[in-house]
Structure formats: structure tokens, C-alpha cells
């Protein structure tokens, strides 16, 4: 997604338009697809595939990394809106459970929203709703400039 196309009103943004604005992008790779969207909550999903595999036979870390960061940011966008744009400035990712297989939905939610900083936390889990994963993720508020 480009940064014309985040600022397409972020406020505004439902999870169908939020997937089809993410295709052909890094994301769209692992097959993440929004299911919620919105200030407080974001949520998506996706089905392991064995591209998404380390050499062990399970996901790789740096998935979960994607997916955390990915969601997190996107909540804290649509939070702060209008405002201007935000980064990530640090994703802090656990992995609690291998997978080989099957749909994982990831969940954030902020856990502090400030006016240059938040911080978000995400939570990964497989379909019989155990936590393979768990991560927070800082990111930065940069206002937009006025003219």
C-alpha cells in the first residue's frame, strides 16, 4: 500500500476494502485478509502454507512478526486518521506454539494511544483458539503538516 493510498481516509476504511487495497503487496503474499477494522480493534486472518514454512516444517517467525506489525499498524492508522501518518519503531513478537497447518487469525488492540507514541498488542491465535503468538508493537505519530 502506498502513502497516497493510506491516506485515502483511513477513518473510513472497512476489512474488504483494507484486503483489496493490500493485494500485491507484502502482505497479500501471506494471504492476510482483514475481518475487523477499526480504532480499537483490528483482526485478520490467514491459511498456513508450506511457502510460509522455515526449514523445520513450521511458520516462520518473521510471519507472525508480518502479521503483528501489519495489524498494528493499520489499527493505530485508522485511529489516528486524519492527523497525519504512523510507523513502527519497535515489534517485540513471542512465539508460543508451532504450527504446520490451518487458519490463523490475528487480533490488536491498543494498549496506550498518546500524542506522538501507541502502543498496540497482538495476539495470534490457531483454530482452536490457543495463543501461538503474541507481540506488541510501538509506533510513532507523525502529524501531517499544515499548510
Known sequence: MTQRDQSLSMAN??????TRLSEGHFTDLIGLKYTELGPD?????W????QQHQPA??????????VIETLASVGGSVW???RGTVVGVNNNTDFL?????GTLRGVATPIHRGRTQQLWQVVITDEQDRMV??????LHNLQSVQD
Do not use: D, K, W, Y
Not at 506454539?97 to 497447518?101: D, E, G, L, M
Not at 503468538?133 to 510501538?138: S, Y
Open 80 to 82: 489516528f486518521g486524519e
Open 57 to 66: 516444517g513450521i511458520v516462520n517467525g518473521g510471519v507472525h512478526c508480518t
Open 133 to 138: 503468538a503474541r507481540g506488541q508493537v510501538r
Open 13 to 18: 476504511m472497512t476489512p474488504e476494502l483494507m
Open 47 to 50: 491459511v498456513v502454507s508450506p
Open 41 to 45: 480493534r483490528v483482526a485478520g486472518e
Open 97 to 101: 506454539r508451532p504450527v504446520r497447518a
